[in-house]
T-cell receptor
Framework: GESVGLHLPTLSVQEGDNSIINCAYS??????FIWYKQESGKGPQFIID?????DKRQGQRVTVLLNKTVKHLSLQIAATQPGDSAVYFC??????????FGPGTRLSVLP | ETGVTQTPRHLVMGMTNKKSLKCEQH?????MYWYKQSAKKPLELMFV???????ENNSVPSRFSPECPNSSHLFLHLHTLQPEDSALYLC??????????????FGPGTRLTVT
């Protein structure tokens, strides 16, 4: 289940550095957001979510920041590891509507 | 087996063939989804089933025909496809459609190539 987006934006980071992946969403009514990770040969995997009544949420080595004013979402990965190499994409959801997915960013971790 | 499984993982078919994709979820969820993932495009929602009833058809051509015989199984029947239908087809499930928790759990996908 790999992402086949040959022309995805790519972020290259050194192993051990922090990564920041950004996502602009479109619907001001969206009140729930998810970050997914998709590794080569696999389907998308849930990483972390956040509701619109929050502006920050932390997980294990990951933090999601939400700026509703500019409709911007970011995913921060601390101490990036080779296993973090994947395509990351955000998804937004408004009440009563289905998820809308972003195009994705390819994260490449350099040794 | 756990999670969401899909078979086959890879499929090559001619434009006149008929084939089916299968999805099975072992999570006790009530909602299942078909998505299409193409190059240069975000995930596109195709169909949504809730408690075996189709609740959404996202303007998908009739050459794609879904079937949900029970809440654990979902099929996508394919016939007379076009080369532009070549893509990764992902199945997902979630506890429900209209209430939290909303997160969807995806299968590994079927890589479809139409020749």
């Amino acid at each position: 289940g790999e992402s086949v987006g040959l022309h995805l934006p790519t972020l290259s980071v050194q192993e051990g550095d922090n990564s920041i992946i950004n996502c602009a969403y479109s619907n001001s009514a969206s009140d729930y957001f998810i970050w997914y990770k998709q590794e080569s040969g696999k389907g998308p995997q849930f990483i972390i979510d956040i509701r619109s009544n929050m502006d920050k949420r932390q997980g294990q080595r990951v933090t999601v920041l939400l700026n509703k004013t500019v409709k911007h979402l970011s995913l921060q990965i601390a101490a990036t590891q080779p296993g973090d190499s994947a395509v990351y994409f955000c998804a937004e959801k408004a009440y009563g509507q289905n998820f809308v997915f972003g195009p994705g960013t390819r994260l490449s971790v350099l040794p | 087996e756990t999670g969401v499984t899909q078979t086959p993982r890879h499929l090559v078919m001619g434009m006149t063939n008929k084939k089916s994709l299968k999805c099975e979820q072992h999570l006790g969820h009530n909602a299942m989804y078909w998505y299409k993932q193409s190059a240069k495009k975000p995930l596109e929602l195709m169909f949504v089933y809730s408690l075996e009833e189709r609740v959404e058809n996202n303007s998908v051509p009739s050459r794609f025909s879904p079937e949900c015989p029970n809440s654990s199984h979902l099929f996508l029947h394919l016939h007379t496809l076009q080369p532009e239908d070549s893509a990764l087809y992902l199945c997902a499930s979630s506890p429900g459609t209209g209430r939290a928790p909303y997160e969807q759990y995806f299968g590994p996908g079927t890589r479809l190539t139409v020749t």
